[in-house]
């Protein structure tokens, strides 16, 4: 990630971040971060890819830990913020983490688990003064950057190991297609501790020398004040927060909605990914905004790999083409495949599933199918998986739900699948049989203790017994119609 920081040494005086109601110039940004990784060097001359696990607001103390973290030489685990403690342990123990960094809010969250794994434990404002003034070591692009826990078809999260390497590639490859300067002003509304947020909004716009202003929760009327007030030409979401916009816009009086189709029109460009973008929800955007919205499509483990044109026709229901840098097929059976230098390394400690996850001749398997249409773009037609499910944008594992639910007295089977929904792309739901009696809602209060809230079941149906082909194995589309 040098080339990050240096950036930030060229575009010093300007605005990297506004965050708090406060501004922070790459200079701040470049100064603040490096103190960081002094305090992280307290013991070490080098971290080494020692992770490091961070429960961090959205804002200028976010990027400041994460390049702090790249600069001592160690490895980014975001944590997400709204994980209950299960969630938060599983990430924190399966990276092996030796240091945890928190905003204060999250000190109570997470000081006895840190305390029980022996890591060191930074609180922000608190215990992070730094008293080393080391050399910063050489980090060079083959070294890992960033996990990031991505669920799968296996139970559980993995944790995808991406490079220095790996990130500078990913990120070149955005700013080149999608022709970012430091001349551009964006918001990040998503999550951190996934790649949409954290590679193609935060990093591209931090390495192309824009700036970047964070808000503290999803609001729709937050995101249209900004652009009201003309303080952001670039805009990225997922699908489900335009169908939010497009909400909330319908629901404004007239003279407001003329207000802010006028703003709207004044963005250099929009754009839409991480699940399929209705057709329906890219015309009605269109007409709200005058914007054709940008789709593009990608993946935890790849970054970005096709996107519609920049410049050229942008087609409904398209994901495009090979973004700069990637190569991209389509195998016999249509699954989309990808190499290059923005493919990770590896999932970590997990040898085993990397292996399995590309081809011989080393093409990394992403389990979406697409067929290239008569203009050359590719088209999504589904995944390989019924056990994967995309809400709001989160890939959710239906198995790791699955064998959370069995563990609740009174169920005795249960089988997971995403409903088709407009708003959400899928929503989570879940077909239980029962041994006693199961009360709905103190199931759905449990299950909020045990996994984030965008991963519980939304619909509970309790059938007699789960539709099963020849085999026994469960068929997840009839359970689908079963519910609906
Ligand atoms: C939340 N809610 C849901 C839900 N998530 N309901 C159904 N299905 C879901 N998936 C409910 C909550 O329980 C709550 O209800 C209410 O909605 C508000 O919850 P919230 O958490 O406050 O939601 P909100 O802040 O409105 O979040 C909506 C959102 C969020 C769209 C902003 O889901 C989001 O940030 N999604 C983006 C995820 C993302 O970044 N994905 C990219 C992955 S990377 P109640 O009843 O509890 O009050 C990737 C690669 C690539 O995919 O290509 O980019
Ligand atoms: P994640 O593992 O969270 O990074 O999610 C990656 C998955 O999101 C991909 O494998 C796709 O299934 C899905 N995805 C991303 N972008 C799109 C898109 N534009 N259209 C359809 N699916 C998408």
């Given at each position: 990630?040098?080339?990050?920081?240096?950036?930030?040494?060229?575009?010093?005086?300007?605005?990297?971040?506004?965050?708090?109601?406060?501004?922070?110039?790459?200079?701040?940004?470049?100064?603040?971060?490096?103190?960081?990784?002094?305090?992280?060097?307290?013991?070490?001359?080098?971290?080494?890819?020692?992770?490091?696990?961070?429960?961090?607001?959205?804002?200028?103390?976010?990027?400041?830990?994460?390049?702090?973290?790249?600069?001592?030489?160690?490895?980014?685990?975001?944590?997400?913020?709204?994980?209950?403690?299960?969630?938060?342990?599983?990430?924190?123990?399966?990276?092996?983490?030796?240091?945890?960094?928190?905003?204060?809010?999250?000190?109570?969250?997470?000081?006895?688990?840190?305390?029980?794994?022996?890591?060191?434990?930074?609180?922000?404002?608190?215990?992070?003064?730094?008293?080393?003034?080391?050399?910063?070591?050489?980090?060079?692009?083959?070294?890992?950057?960033?996990?990031?826990?991505?669920?799968?078809?296996?139970?559980?999260?993995?944790?995808?190991?991406?490079?220095?390497?790996?990130?500078?590639?990913?990120?070149?490859?955005?700013?080149?297609?999608?022709?970012?300067?430091?001349?551009?002003?964006?918001?990040?509304?998503?999550?951190?501790?996934?790649?949409?947020?954290?590679?193609?909004?935060?990093?591209?716009?931090?390495?192309?020398?824009?700036?970047?202003?964070?808000?503290?929760n999803f609001s729709e009327k937050?995101?249209?004040?900004?652009?009201?007030?003309?303080?952001?030409?670039?805009?990225?979401?997922?699908?489900?927060?335009?169908?939010?916009?497009?909400?909330?816009?319908?629901?404004?009086?007239?003279?407001?909605?003329?207000?802010?189709?006028?703003?709207?029109?004044?963005?250099?460009?929009?754009?839409?990914?991480?699940?399929?973008?209705?057709?329906?929800?890219?015309?009605?955007?269109?007409?709200?905004?005058?914007?054709?919205?940008?789709?593009?499509?990608?993946?935890?483990?790849?970054?970005?790999?096709?996107?519609?044109?920049?410049?050229?026709?942008?087609?409904?229901?398209?994901?495009?083409?090979?973004?700069?840098?990637?190569?991209?097929?389509?195998?016999?059976?249509?699954?989309?495949?990808?190499?290059g230098p923005t493919v990770f390394?590896?999932?970590?400690?997990?040898?085993?599933?990397?292996?399995?996850?590309?081809?011989?001749?080393?093409?990394?398997?992403?389990?979406?199918?697409?067929?290239?249409?008569?203009?050359?773009?590719?088209?999504?037609?589904?995944?390989?998986?019924?056990?994967?499910?995309?809400?709001?944008?989160?890939?959710?594992?239906?198995?790791?739900?699955?064998?959370?639910?069995?563990?609740?007295?009174?169920?005795?089977?249960?089988?997971?699948?995403?409903?088709?929904?407009?708003?959400?792309?899928?929503?989570?739901?879940?077909?239980?049989?029962?041994?006693?009696?199961?009360?709905?809602?103190?199931?759905?209060?449990?299950?909020?203790?045990?996994?984030?809230?965008?991963?519980?079941?939304?619909?509970?149906?309790?059938?007699?017994?789960?539709?099963?082909?020849?085999?026994?194995?469960?068929?997840?589309?009839?359970?689908?119609?079963?519910?609906?």
């Amino acid at each position: 990630m040098i080339q990050i920081f240096n950036n930030s040494l060229t575009y010093a005086n300007k605005t990297a971040i506004i965050s708090d109601g406060k501004s922070f110039s790459y200079a701040d940004l470049h100064q603040a971060s490096a103190e960081f990784a002094q305090l992280l060097l307290a013991e070490t001359d080098d971290l080494g890819e020692g992770r490091v696990a961070f429960m961090v607001n959205p804002g200028f103390d976010y990027v400041r830990v994460q390049w702090g973290i790249w600069q001592a030489g160690g490895i980014v685990v975001p944590l997400c913020l709204s994980y209950p403690l299960p969630s938060l342990r599983y990430t924190i123990e399966n990276s092996g983490a030796s240091v945890i960094v928190v905003s204060p809010e999250f000190e109570e969250t997470l000081k006895g688990l840190a305390s029980e794994l022996a890591c060191r434990f930074i609180v922000l404002g608190k215990n992070d003064q730094a008293k080393t003034t080391k050399k910063l070591p050489e980090v060079d692009d083959s070294r890992g950057a960033m996990i990031l826990y991505t669920s799968g078809t296996t139970n559980l999260p993995k944790g995808v190991v991406s490079t220095h390497g790996n990130l500078n590639a990913q990120i070149s490859s955005l700013i080149e297609a999608w022709k970012w300067t430091s001349k551009d002003s964006t918001v990040c509304v998503l999550p951190l501790h996934h790649v949409h947020g954290v590679v193609n909004v935060v990093s591209c716009a931090l390495w192309a020398g824009a700036s970047c202003e964070f808000l503290p929760n999803f609001s729709e009327k937050a995101i249209f004040d900004l652009i009201e007030n003309a303080k952001i030409n670039v805009f990225m979401a997922v699908p489900t927060i335009y169908f939010k916009l497009i909400t909330y816009w319908e629901a404004l009086s007239e003279d407001q909605q003329i207000c802010l189709t006028q703003a709207l029109r004044q963005l250099r460009f929009m754009i839409s990914g991480s699940a399929a973008l209705p057709v329906s929800v890219m015309e009605r955007w269109e007409t709200i905004s005058g914007h054709l919205l940008l789709e593009r499509y990608g993946m935890t483990e790849i970054g970005m790999a096709l996107s519609n044109p920049y410049d050229g026709p942008r087609v409904a229901g398209h994901v495009g083409y090979p973004l700069p840098g990637v190569s991209v097929r389509l195998s016999e059976e249509g699954e989309i495949q990808v190499k290059g230098p923005t493919v990770f390394k590896e999932y970590w400690n997990k040898p085993e599933s990397t292996a399995e996850s590309f081809t011989e001749d080393g093409w990394f398997k992403t389990g979406d199918i697409a067929v290239i249409d008569e203009i050359g773009g590719y088209r999504i037609l589904g995944r390989n998986s019924v056990d994967i499910i995309k809400s709001g944008g989160y890939k959710i594992s239906a198995l790791e739900i699955e064998e959370v639910l069995r563990q609740y007295p009174g169920i005795a089977d249960c089988s997971v699948v995403g409903l088709p929904n407009d708003e959400w792309g899928e929503l989570v739901a879940a077909a239980i049989v029962i041994k006693s009696h199961v009360d709905e809602k103190a199931l759905s209060t449990w299950m909020r203790e045990q996994m984030p809230a965008y991963k519980t079941p939304r619909k509970y149906a309790v059938l007699a017994e789960l539709p099963r082909n020849a085999m026994g194995k469960v068929t997840k589309k009839d359970v689908v119609n079963l519910i609906q």
